[in-house]
């Protein structure tokens, strides 16, 4: 899946909170027109014609592309591997060893 820049990031927000909605929609909230078209043409943005105007609506959802941009970041940065993340997160301080009890114990819940 391709990234969306923060701008992009910033429309996609306004359709997965609010739905499809129609260009002056989007107007209102945003001057946006040149952007949607971008999404569209990247896959995140589809629309409904409806006489001579588009309703566009999220063709993601915004867990997908939550999920794709951490699957490129965990690619690029760490290997391919969850456990050089949260390695990293715990040399760091940032995931405190509680936390990561937690997260071991939810795991194994899991798998019952």
Do not use: C
Request: charge should be negative; aromatic fraction near 12%.
């Amino acid at each position: 899946m391709k990234r969306l820049s923060p701008k992009e990031e910033e429309i996609m927000r306004m359709f997965w909170s609010k739905g499809p909605m129609f260009v002056r929609d989007l107007l209102e909230l945003y001057t946006v027109s040149t952007l949607v078209r971008g999404l569209e043409e990247k896959g995140f943005v589809g629309y409904k014609v409806y006489g001579n105007t588009y309703q566009y609506h999220p063709v993601i959802s915004e867990s997908e592309y939550k999920g794709s941009a951490l699957n490129e970041v965990v690619s690029q940065f760490y290997d391919n591997s969850y456990i050089n993340v949260v390695s990293q997160l715990i040399e760091e301080e940032r995931m405190p060893l509680d936390e990561l009890k937690d997260l071991i114990a939810r795991i194994e819940k899991g798998r019952k």
